[in-house]
Structures are given as C-alpha cells and as structure tokens.
C-alpha cells in the first residue's frame, strides 16, 4: 500500500479512540428523526424569540450522565452535523464527542475559525464572537452557528426582539448570558451579511436568533 | 492483503484488519450458511445496535498518474452498521460491518461474526469454521480469475533463420 | 421565459403509460431481467457507472432497464439516485499497482515484466456480426471456458506487474507523477460547482464523469493537430483494485471491497524549456469498470489541458479548460438541450412580434424610397434582425 496523509476524518483535537463499550445511541429512525429536528431548527430561526421543542427520540440519552448536555443541543448536532462540518466543543465532554465522531463523523476541532458549528456549555465564559467565522461576502452562509446552553428560555434577562420573522416586536427571557455577549453582537450588525447565527438551549428547547434580529436588553 | 488464507499476524489466526476484509467479500448467503456452521446450534447473544444498518456513499479516490496527488473519482455505494453484544459480564465485544453495496441483512450478519470473533466463546469456531472457509474460498476466485487471464498472456518468439 | 401551461395532466399520465408499454416491446418475449443487464451488458454498466459517477452496478443495470437502454438517460436516474444517499466519506487513494490484473498491454516497450497481458478485449475481434449469438449458446460458453480453463493450467503463477512508466524513470526521461505532502484536499465536484482556474485534481474528477462520445471527440481532436501531443499508450491495465475506508471508530482503514477499474497512462512529447530538458509527460485516464476508450480519450484530453501549466501556447479549443469542461458533462448538456421543448410560447410570440415590425418597418421605407427617388440608390439593408 503506497504512503497516504490521514485523512481529513482524523483530524481530531480527540486524538484518543471512540469508547464503544460506553457510545450513546443516535436516533433510532436517522432519516425521519433528523428531518423532524431539521424542521424544528428552522421554525426557531425563522421566528426568533419563538421556543420551539425538539421532540427528537433519543433512547438511553441521559441528560444528567454528569455533563448536563442538553438534548436539544445533541440532538440538533445529530440532524445538522457531518463529516464536512467541524464543530467546537468549549469544554471537553467525551460521551458528547465521542458521540457526534461516531454517529455524524463531524470532525471536531479547537480552531475557532475552523468551527462551522460550536456548542457552548458555559455561556459566561464563552470566546469573543468574532474569533468565530462570520463567513465572507460570497459565501457569508459559512458563518458559525453557535448552540449556547442557558439557564432559562423563560425567565432572566428581558429583552426585545425585533427583526425579520418578528411581527413588530418579541419579547424574550433568557437567564445566563452575560451582557459581553449581547454587546459583542450588535458590534457584529455592521459586518452584515457575514455574521454568526446562534441557538438558545435548554433541557430539550430551543430559542433561534439569526444574525438579522436586533436584540434591546432592557 | 492479496492473499487471504495466509495471515500476517504472529499468532497465525487472521487479525481484525484481515477478517474484516474477508468479511466484506462475502455475499450474503455465504454468510448465512458460514455462521450457522460455524454456530452449530447454539444461538448468539443478542446484540443493540450502536449504528442500525445504514446505506450511503463513499467517494472512491484515484491518485494523478496512479503515483501522485489524490483526486476525487465517483461514488460507490456502502452499507455499515455497528452492534454492541449484550453479555452479563466482561466486556461487550462490538462488530462492525462495512462493505460495498447496499444490502442490510448482509452488514447484519457480518457485524454479527465481527463481534462473535472477539468473543472468547465463539472465537475458535468463527476461525475454524467461518473464516477459514471464506478466506478460501476468496483465494480461489482469485486463483480462477488470475489463471484465465494468464492465458491470455502473449508469449512473443522469434523468428530463427535456419540454413 | 417559460410559461406556467395548465393542464394536460392526463396526457402525462397517458404519456407514462405508453413509455412502459414500449419500454416493456412485445409480450411475446420474455423480460429483460436487471441481472442479465448486469451479467451481459457489462460495458453499458460501466459507462452508466462511470458517467453516472456511482459504482453498483445493479442500480446502473437497473438504470439502463428503465432507460430502455438509453445510457445518458440511466446516467441521469444514477445522478438523480444518489443525491437521496448520505455520504459516509472519502475512501484511501486507489492502489491500482495492487490491482488483480486481468488486462495489462503497453504500447510504447514490447517486453515489460508481467509480459503483455490481453485479457478479455474486441481489439483482436474481425468486427464481423456474430449470428450465432442470435440463438442462445449455452454449449458454446461451455467450450470457451474449457479452453481457457486447460490452457491456465499450464500456465505459471502472475508474475509480479509494476508500472512500465517507472521503467523509464531509470533515466530520469519521463516525469513522475508524485504525492505532495502539503498537497490541499483535493476539489470535489460533487459538492461544489467548477470554478476557474481549476487545479488538475477537480479536471481529472470533471473528465472521469464526462461523456464518453464528447471525450473521445476531443482526444480525436488533439491526435489531428489541436494540441500537439504524439501520444504513446505507455500502459493500459484493467482489472479489481480494493477499496478501503477509514473507520474512526476502528482506528485503522478497512477494505471494504473491490472495484473493476481501467487505468491508463499516456506518453507525450514535451519539448522542454530554459529550465527544463526534453522529457516525456503524461496523460492519465481512470475509469470505472472495462472502459478504455473512456480511459484513453481521458488521458489525451488531460494532456492537452496540462498546455498552460508546462509552459505550452494554448492554440486549440481542446487545450481550453473552459471550451472541454464546460461541455463535458451530458447531463447538463442534455438538459440544457432538451429545455428547449418546454414552453416558449411567450419568448417566441415577441420574436415574431418584432419581426412582423421590423419587415413592416423596411417596406415603409422601400415605399418612401419609391415615391422620392435618389441619384443613387443606398445599397439594401438585409433583415436587421
């Protein structure tokens, strides 16, 4: 066999092996489930503001297996996430990478402006926005799509929405973001269309927020 | 891995890498016959699936020149499917089947036989009786395709001017 | 401008029912079954594959039925199929140095060791319509195999087949395709659209699934004078190459079949530079299945694309990367094509429009001309349009 470069699928900042003995299930029905969640993600985005449940199957997924991944979160990397998607994850959790290598083959990286998908556990310690790619003029869909996991899509924060997808004005609670994230935003509106997209997560809900919603934090 | 009755592996009993590629070679009801001689009778353990039985594509590379950079050739199809035994103690072996084509029962049964393979109980039987056999079988196919096209082998000769 | 035409629904449906009823001919007959396609027509299986870019060969036999053997139609059920696939990955390069060789001949050196091998080819057949094989010949096939199977008995095991091309790197006279280690994932056309300039990886992929009758047209070409190649066939092998996957959940690559390719490896004339002495270059095709004409007409066309990055004017169309891979893909030309059935009835209606105006136009004109008549008569416009 002649020499060969590893292939990009190895390229992992988990350089370890997959743990089969301990790998959490996908879903049971890939096709059918990742369509469902697909169209639950894009409800959420297409309405910001609105909270729309994933109600993904996702047999023996334990939220409380020490990481407190929410299953939205897993669930959504499940349906979007694939071997041409580099996802970030801020902490270290080997049931979660283990998890997306196996059943997407997403490679997962530490590379900021690598990452096309990012899930964020610990939203009051996230990395400056604009590390991220924001995508360029001619492809500004190349944008990171961050999933951050908050306290509470109900209570916290106040703030308005306004934007398209939103007739007039949204109001919307969110608990356990800080205020550095909401400034970092509004400094990104001017590099329109390029721009970060993220989601809200928590327990198995989410809150969508394109990069095209104008947020005013009472 | 040109031949497949011979193993590289120390140990003389065919290595993971190498059953695996038996394993994909084999069509479906070779399979079937082979484990069940091979299970004479007892059933296996059961098994959940970590990746139920799943058909996609691979996109095949070339190299430029057969030597030089890769290139992107076309697609072949693939089935793959992961399965996790269930036993009440030790660690649960788990099989994977990944092969070309698009046939389900087939990556059912040879992830099946992969798991069986690294299963103490099963182990020598699955050598004995499923490997062995299949690995033969391959060897002689080959054997068969190889020997019809050196028929076909010109053998040049010259033309001697005898006085 | 296509126009949104209502109604004739039913004579889709109608339109449906007489394309099966053709495709199926006269009852009397027994069906064609996929795997006799598959088993019999092993050739169109590998155009279909290789154009359709998806090697199973019971969905492109399967193709070709539906088709009723119209092989740029199957190509296109095999396009349009694998979209609905998910894709697991890239597989480990083609080792086709490893390939269980059935067919392997040089033209350019007589003795190469392995020897020259014919395989199974029409090359040595009288071109001569076989009637026998109008009736069916079972025993026939029988006596073949005898022949075949008494004659390998004598016969001495393969001998080893390296690349007859790495013969004459002895003398450093041919360039050497090599492996870059900072070489960039290479392009794939399947995700991204052509984009110029375009790196020789994404023109090899481009011309791998081009027309096989577009291809052999421009290699034809470049052999007439557009391009100056002189090619030699340097090596043509045909035979089972393994695949391998890289399994992330195993850690090592795993073999996870064969596939029947055909390689093929030309030899052209570079004329050398300042900085570069004469060498030999090389023009190289890669096709699924038994495909040689495919795999030839390939590699004079990738030569002929190679003019500008060795430092050759670029005077024919066949040198042009946006003349031959624009052109090269018969699904799009044949969309683009046979779009123009669909309605134009607007679009045509304004063309007419226009030239009823136009020709009314002129006859004012001609009248006007004759009612004040000129010293010299200004020679007469032809149509404008």
């Known amino acids: 066999m002649l020499p060969d470069k590893l292939s990009t699928t190895l390229h992992s900042s988990n350089a370890a092996g997959i743990d089969l003995a301990t790998l959490t299930p996908g879903f049971s029905d890939t096709v059918h489930d990742s369509q469902g969640v697909f169209r639950a993600l894009l409800d959420a985005l297409s309405r910001p503001g609105k909270i729309v449940s994933i109600d993904a199957v996702l047999p023996g997924f334990e939220q409380d297996g020490g990481t407190?991944?929410?299953?939205?979160?897993?669930?959504?990397?499940?349906?979007?996430?694939?071997?041409?998607?580099p996802v970030l994850l801020q902490h270290e959790h080997r049931g979660l990478s283990d998890a997306l290598r196996f059943h997407t083959g997403a490679p997962l990286t530490l590379d900021l402006a690598q990452a096309v998908f990012a899930y964020l556990h610990d939203a009051a310690s996230m990395p400056p926005l604009d590390a991220f790619s924001l995508g360029d003029p001619e492809t500004p869909e190349n944008g990171a799509m961050l999933f951050i996991r908050v306290d509470s899509l109900e209570h916290g924060t106040p703030m308005t929405?306004?934007?398209?997808?939103?007739?007039?004005?949204?109001?919307?609670?969110?608990?356990?973001?800080?205020?550095?994230?909401?400034?970092?935003?509004?400094?990104?509106?001017?590099?329109?269309?390029?721009?970060?997209?993220?989601?809200?997560v928590h327990g198995g809900s989410v809150i969508g927020l394109p990069r095209t919603t104008r947020v005013e934090v009472a | 891995m040109s031949t497949f009755a011979q193993t590289s592996a120390p140990s003389g009993l065919a290595t993971r890498?190498?059953?695996?590629?038996?394993?994909?070679?084999?069509?479906?009801?070779?399979?079937?016959?082979?484990?069940d001689t091979a299970l004479d009778g007892v059933s296996p353990p059961e098994f959940d699936w970590l990746r139920a039985p799943d058909i996609g594509l691979a996109m095949v590379r070339g190299r430029i020149g057969g030597t030089g950079d890769a290139f992107n050739l076309g697609e072949v199809t693939v089935?793959?499917?992961?399965?996790?035994?269930?036993?009440?103690?030790g660690r649960a072996a788990v099989g994977v089947a990944v092969h070309m084509g698009r046939d389900k029962e087939r990556a059912t049964l040879a992830a099946l036989a992969d798991a069986l393979l690294q299963t103490p109980a099963f182990e020598a039987r699955m050598h004995e009786h499923l490997l062995a056999p299949l690995a033969a079988r391959i060897t002689e196919s080959r054997a068969q395709k190889q020997a019809r096209a050196a028929a076909t082998k010109v053998e040049f000769f010259t033309m001697v001017r005898g006085d | 401008?296509?126009?949104?035409?209502?109604?004739?629904?039913?004579?889709?449906?109608?339109?449906?029912?007489?394309?099966?009823?053709?495709?199926?001919?006269?009852?009397?007959?027994?069906?064609?079954?996929?795997?006799?396609?598959?088993?019999?027509?092993?050739?169109?299986?590998?155009?279909v594959m290789t154009e359709g870019s998806?090697?199973?060969?019971?969905?492109?036999?399967?193709?070709?039925?539906q088709a009723a053997g119209d092989l740029v139609e199957a190509i296109f059920l095999l396009r349009a199929y694998r979209t609905t696939l998910p894709r697991f990955g890239y597989t480990v390069p083609l080792d086709t140095q490893a390939m269980q060789v059935e067919r392997r001949i040089s033209a350019a050196f007589k003795d190469i060791p392995g020897g020259q091998m014919l395989g199974g080819t029409y090359d040595y057949t009288q071109r001569l319509l076989d009637f026998s094989l109008l009736a069916e010949g079972g025993l026939r096939a029988c006596n073949t195999d005898a022949k075949l199977a008494s004659a390998s008995k004598q016969e001495p095991k393969q001998e080893a087949m390296p690349r007859v091309l790495a013969l004459l790197d002895k003398e450093g006279l041919i360039e050497q395709e090599k492996m870059h280690d900072d070489a960039p994932e290479p392009g794939d056309l399947s995700r991204e659209p052509l984009m110029f300039p375009v790196e020789r990886p994404v023109r090899l992929q481009n011309l791998a699934r081009a027309d096989e009758g577009f291809l052999l047209a421009v290699g034809y070409a470049t052999q007439r004078g557009y391009a100056n190649s002189h090619p030699f066939a340097g090596e043509i092998r045909h035979g089972e190459v393994a695949v391998e996957l890289e399994i992330e959940e195993l850690g090592?690559?795993?073999?996870?079949?064969?596939?029947?390719?055909?390689?093929c490896q030309m030899i052209n004339q570079f004329a050398g530079s300042s900085k570069v002495p004469p060498?030999?270059?090389?023009?190289?095709?890669?096709?699924?299945?038994?495909?040689?004409?495919?795999?030839?007409?390939?590699?004079?066309?990738?030569?002929?694309?190679?003019?500008?990055?060795?430092?050759e004017t670029v005077a024919a169309p066949t040198q042009d990367p946006e003349f031959v891979l624009y052109h090269s893909d018969n699904v799009e030309a044949s969309g683009f094509v046979q779009h123009l059935k669909l309605p134009h009835y607007v679009d045509f209606q304004s063309e007419l429009e226009l030239l009823r105006r136009l020709r009314a136009g002129m006859e004012k004109e001609a009248q006007h001309e004759q009612q004040v008549p000129h010293v010299q008569q200004e020679p007469s416009e032809e149509n404008a349009a």
């Open chain 1, 161 to 200: 929405w306004r934007g398209p997808g939103i007739r007039d004005k949204q109001s919307v609670h969110i608990a356990g973001v800080p205020a550095s994230f909401w400034h970092e935003r509004a400094l990104l509106a001017s590099e329109f269309p390029c721009g970060i997209d993220c989601y809200f």
């Open chain 2, 17 to 35: 890498q190498e059953w695996l590629a038996i394993l994909a070679r084999t069509p479906r009801a070779r399979m079937k016959e082979a484990l």
């Open chain 2, 79 to 89: 089935t793959r499917a992961t399965l996790r035994l269930r036993v009440r103690e």
């Open chain 1, 68 to 85: 407190h991944v929410p299953m939205a979160a897993f669930a959504a990397l499940l349906a979007l996430a694939d071997y041409s998607t």
């Open chain 3, 279 to 311: 060498t030999f270059t090389q023009g190289y095709g890669l096709a699924f299945g038994h495909s040689e004409r495919k795999a030839m007409a390939m590699a004079l066309v990738d030569r002929a694309l190679r003019a500008q990055e060795l430092g």
């Open chain 3, 1 to 47: 401008m296509y126009v949104a035409v209502k109604g004739g629904e039913r004579a889709i449906e109608r339109s449906w029912d007489l394309l099966a009823v053709n495709r199926r001919g006269d009852e009397a007959f027994p069906e064609l079954s996929v795997d006799q396609i598959r088993e019999q027509l092993r050739l169109a299986v590998a155009r």
């Open chain 3, 252 to 263: 090592f690559a795993v073999e996870i079949g064969d596939i029947e390719i055909t390689e």
């Open chain 3, 54 to 65: 998806v090697y199973d060969e019971e969905l492109a036999a399967l193709a070709i039925k």
